[in-house]
């Protein structure tokens, strides 16, 4: 395990850094930064922040940037040196990116947010201020601090180590919150659900606001209820019953935490759009950055697999192309109000496809923005620093040879029978499915430090097409089979 003090991992980048002109710098601190009850109701939610290791893996494609990961847990070497050998640029490179890379484990396995962790720990945030100043001295650009989520935590360490946040301001979170996410629709011109926004302290009044939506749409309309901030694979949602009854669609979580939450942090009330003639929904979604300058580049479209409680499960890469158009025109206008508002870094815009009934097309409204890294990020980012190819402004990925590439990730392959499995061990049987570069398919796992405790792990399956990929996914989950009863 990477188990060196924090202090010998940075001498070591510092002397490095020194060595070699013209670096980017930037600090990673992948902590999730949801409410502490939203982080209690996932497997091994806690240790979440390793999927913030696809930032490593740009290291073997951009020779100019050396970047300090920090994690709470421990992850082997060999984990690191095999993301590092993934594009096949060979050892020299692999040596490289070990010398820019500063895995700083602080080795703490509290139920703590990794920013928490951190600043309990001012004698660490010194020493990589130190770091900081350093790489300033030596005329390198420090790019700021990188993070799954912006939050007051976030700010008040990125403030402490003299750097920006490179995600979006605290300011602007505001537009990523459910009420917030409705305006930009309106605001942007893009389809949405009919609804009504509840400020806290409202709880009482849903009854009220139900009776009053349904005289203004359709006595048969059905209605959700979604709590503003703070929530997400599905806990934060619930279905509203004519009587103003509440019924969270995740089974952890009771009406009554569901209506003390809605009383606390508010929410909307919006229209469960009705496909049931046609045949189900898609959840189709874009993802974004917004750099510093308010540009937006577009970094792909997905499929979102959603589980029965609304939960998040996966993705597929690229969405249908039956709607992908007006789903990347639909997400420009959302950018671009976003960008009016002050929004960068990430965001991930979550839409319902509805299938043709009466209308020749699909329809498609707008559900909700997402300020922070979604579960889409970390396996299309990983596609980006290993798939040679070229990025379409229509949301395909096609290699120089012509042939289209598509991807399926997930964060949930569960089973307490893979407890016990290390990730030296699955390195060890991976090769034959491990992504190759030649061939442009394979598997990249994720998660590597809830494997073992949690039996809790995530892989992106990269091919030419969603059969492939799902046959590399049959195949991942029969080598865990194989490697639990070892």
């Known amino acids: 395990m990477s188990k060196a003090a924090p202090g010998a991992v940075l001498d070591r980048f510092d002397e490095a850094v020194?060595?070699?002109?013209?670096?980017r710098v930037r600090i990673a601190c992948p902590s999730q930064e949801f409410v502490r009850e939203e982080m209690a109701l996932g497997v091994g939610r806690w240790r979440s922040c390793v999927r913030g290791l696809w930032e490593s893996l740009a290291l073997p494609g951009d020779r100019r940037l050396a970047l300090v990961m920090l994690q709470a847990q421990p992850v082997p070497t060999g984990v690191l040196r095999y993301l590092f050998g993934l594009r096949g640029d060979g050892p020299a490179v692999v040596a490289d990116c070990l010398v820019r890379h500063a895995f700083v484990s602080i080795d703490d396995d509290r139920e703590q947010h990794l920013s928490e962790k951190l600043l309990d720990r001012p004698e660490l945030v010194e020493r990589l201020r130190t770091t900081v100043r350093r790489a300033r001295e030596r005329g390198h650009v420090v790019e700021g601090l990188a993070g799954y989520a912006a939050s007051p935590r976030m700010d008040r360490l990125a403030a402490s180590l003299g750097v920006d946040l490179v995600e979006t301001p605290t300011a602007t979170l505001v537009w990523g919150t459910k009420t917030g996410s409705r305006e930009i629709f309106r605001r942007a011109g893009v389809d949405h659900p009919p609804g009504a926004a509840l400020p806290p302290g409202s709880a009482g009044a849903l009854s009220a606001v139900e009776a009053g939506l349904r005289r203004q749409h359709s006595a048969g309309s059905r209605w959700l209820v979604k709590l503003d901030s703070g929530y997400g694979s599905g806990h934060g949602n619930a279905l509203l019953t004519a009587g103003g009854e509440v019924r969270p669609f995740s089974t952890t979580v009771t009406p009554s935490e569901f209506v003390r939450r809605l009383d606390a942090v508010g929410g909307v009330v919006e229209q469960l759009l009705d496909c049931s003639q046609a045949g189900p929904p898609r959840s189709p979604s874009a993802l974004a950055f917004i750099d510093r300058e308010g540009r937006a580049n577009l970094l792909g479209t997905h499929e979102q697999l959603i589980g029965p409680e609304q939960d998040f499960v996966g993705c597929r890469f690229p969405a249908d192309p039956a709607y992908r158009e007006r789903l990347i025109t639909a997400t420009h206008a959302v950018l671009a109000e976003l960008i009016r508002q002050g929004v960068r870094g990430h965001v991930g815009v979550d839409f319902l496809a509805r299938p043709p009934n009466r209308d020749p097309s699909w329809r498609l409204d707008a559900l909700e923005v997402n300020l922070r890294q979604t579960g889409?990020?970390?396996?299309?980012?990983?596609?980006?620093?290993?798939?040679g190819g070229r990025w379409t402004p229509d949301g395909r990925l096609v290699r120089p040879d012509g042939r289209e590439v598509v991807y399926t990730a997930t964060d949930g392959l569960i089973n307490s029978s893979y407890r016990g499995i290390t990730p030296e061990r699955l390195l060890t049987k991976l090769d034959v499915l491990s992504y190759d570069r030649r061939t442009?398919?394979?598997v990249v796992p994720h998660l590597w430090s809830t494997l073992e405790i949690f039996g809790k792990v995530g892989a992106t399956f990269i091919g030419s097409s969603t059969d492939e990929c799902d046959e590399l996914s049959r195949r991942f989950v029969g080598l865990?089979?194989?490697?639990?009863v070892l």
Not at 480 to 484: A, K, T
């Open 18 to 23: 020194v060595r070699q002109p013209g670096l």
């Open 376 to 387: 889409s990020v970390h396996p299309n980012r990983t596609a980006h620093a290993l798939v």
């Open 440 to 442: 442009g398919r394979g």
């Open 480 to 484: 865990l089979e194989e490697l639990r």
